[in-house]
């Protein structure tokens, strides 16, 4: 069974939404603290938001704030990232992860393309 698993990318224009999630899995979601995490072609994997257990504490890396949103359904068990006012540069393969545990979802791809 895998631990974290991702969807909702695809392709979208510059200035499209996305809303990726992550369903958990064999392990009690509610307790850990969550990141998403995103890797372009090329270039190291970086830290997007993280949010802890109960959603108190929520950070962005600083080019996606204010576009995305970071939020969790502790009853559902899933991770939530709402991409806004999408940008080419926002191009990647988006990962959920579970840092405590060291797990990470299979991935992603979000495309920002015209």
């Known amino acids: 069974q895998v631990p974290l698993v991702e969807s909702g990318g695809g392709l979208v224009q510059p200035g499209g939404s996305l809303n990726l999630s992550c369903v958990a899995s064999?392990?009690?979601?509610?307790?850990?603290?969550m990141k998403w995490f995103r890797q372009a072609p090329g270039k190291e994997r970086q830290m997007v938001a993280t949010?802890?257990?109960?959603?108190?504490?929520?950070s962005y890396r600083e080019s996606v704030q204010g576009r995305f949103t970071i939020s969790r359904d502790n009853l559902e068990n899933t991770l939530y990232l709402q991409m806004n006012s999408l940008k080419p540069e926002d191009t990647a393969v988006y990962y959920c992860?579970?840092?405590?545990?060291?797990?990470w979802g299979q991935g992603t791809q979000v495309t920002v393309s015209s």
């Open positions: 992860h579970a840092p405590t545990l060291n797990y």
């Open positions: 064999g392990f009690s979601f509610k307790t850990y603290w």
């Open positions: 949010i802890n257990s109960d959603s108190t504490s929520i």
